[in-house]
């Protein structure tokens, strides 16, 4: 399958870079505004609670659920209002948060791989998250980006994968997906269609229960070399 590839497609978050760090370093960011701007909400409500009501929110609008934006902005926005606040913060609050969350360290194999990769391929990204390619820097390696928000849909769903081949032109055998995720990520694009490749930086064992990826690789570099750049 992997022979008629024309495009290479990539998760962003754990494939790129590493996210964790990124999401804890924003996040607090986020809180010392609240604290400095808003200091109501953040003493009746502690960072756990602000979590869960995102989750709640998206327990109770379910057509809102793939769209980490809205919720972050909608819960803040209810937490603004019950403490006496304008709503209007929560887009400023967000301001914060989206700004820290698009300053990262990329994985050093990153760019030497995506330069390697688009001479020969077409390269698109789609992502659940909402990370700004224009702000990291990397938005001209890329001739389609994607995310959840955009799209309308959150991977698993097949319509994301649907989406990233038609805005490609290409059918849905001629792109490989490479991503981190043994379900999200392979098992998704197998089951529309793709051929995929999961990028196993850690050195992960693959679950049994799942089909493996048509290619394994550690790095971006050794995606270009298996692939033929």
Known sequence: MVAQVRAVAFDLDNTLW???PVLARAEEQWLQWLRENCPRI???????????ARMQLAAREPHNAH????LRIASLAEHARECGYDDSIADAAFEIFIAARNQLDLFADVRPGLHRLRARYALATLSNGNADLGRIGLADFFSVSLNARGIGAAKPDRRCFERLAADLRLEPQQVIYVGDDPLLDVEAARAAGLATAWMNRTGQTWPVTVRRADIDVSDCVDLAVQLGT
């Open 18 to 20: 590493d996210v964790d």
């Open 42 to 52: 953040p003493e009746r409500f502690s960072l756990d609670e602000l979590r869960a």
């Open 67 to 70: 769209d980490f934006t809205y």
